[in-house]
């Protein structure tokens, strides 16, 4: 594992979104309004269900957010891809605060279940990364499942996540 700390605030999130944080080159978060959280809480390279590692963060929920008002007008919700997409990008995170060297990219996922919404009354949503496989070869690779709560209520569910980093040679 690379020496990084295990809570990164907003300001560490955005030196990753520049390219700041692992490298260039390397692992980077979205920059807002893409960036899907606004802390990390926790990882690990060794936690989680699996031994495997884990991340846990948190995205402070406001009703002036820019999806509420376009999805969808007057009944207006926190769109599941964007629930996703935080997954895949805390996912992605974790490669490169392991130390990875490479760009992130989504591969896929297994199967998304959407049992609730993320309204503009919400205050918290927190996300919780439970990686099953890790591959550190040519092509290094993450598989996890992962969590989406809304003020402490499951809404989202993924298994079989998956992110990749590559480099130029890969």
């Excluded at 990882?43 to 008002?69: M, N, Q, R, T, Y």
């Excluded at 392991?98 to 989504?106: S, T």
């Excluded at 092509?139 to 402490?152: I, N, P, S």
Aim: aromatic share 10%; hydrophobic share 40%.
């Amino acid at each position: 594992m690379a020496d990084y700390p295990t809570q990164f605030d907003k300001e560490a999130l955005l030196k990753c979104a520049r390219g700041e944080l692992f490298g260039p080159g390397n692992a980077q978060l979205p920059e807002p309004p893409m960036l899907m959280m606004d802390r990390i809480t926790d990882i690990s390279g060794d936690g989680g269900a699996h031994g495997k590692g884990h991340v846990v963060a948190e995205f402070d929920i406001s009703p002036d957010l820019w999806f509420f008002p376009c999805h969808f007008p007057g009944n207006p919700v926190m769109p599941g891809c964007l629930m996703v997409d935080g997954l895949w990008q805390l996912t992605g995170f974790n490669l490169g605060w392991r130390g990875w060297q490479g760009q992130g990219f989504a591969l896929g996922a297994g199967e998304v279940k959407l049992s609730g919404m993320v309204r503009p009354d919400r205050t918290l949503v927190r996300y919780e990364v439970d990686f099953t496989r890790v591959i550190d070869r040519k092509l290094k690779m993450g598989v996890a499942d992962g969590k989406v709560f809304a003020d402490g209520e499951e809404v989202c569910t993924v298994t079989g996540m998956k992110v990749g980093l590559a480099t130029a040679e890969s």
